[in-house]
């Protein structure tokens, strides 16, 4: 990762969720709901030790801020924007 968050941010990488349900179902955005999932990229110096790199974790939609580096579109979070880590995640 080319950058690196400064004192209590991280940096996620948006995970695309699936539009089709089990039973094959096209689920619209519209009814998805409001939060979000990603893995943190990288993390910043004074972000609590149980949020790590790889870590996939749970946002709202409407947390933190868009960029794009060499065409990859990512987030910068405060980590109090994070409201779970998924144990044991196979998406």
Known sequence: ?????????????????????????????????????????????????????EDVILFTEHAGTQITVKNESYYILDAEEILAIYENAHF
């Open 1 to 53: 990762m080319e950058l690196r968050p400064l004192g209590k941010r991280v940096i996620v990488s948006l995970l695309e969720d699936h539009n089709i349900s089990q039973s094959g179902i096209i689920i619209p955005d519209t009814v998805k709901g409001s939060l979000k999932r990603g893995t943190i990229r990288a993390v910043g110096s004074e972000v609590e030790e149980d949020l790590r790199a």
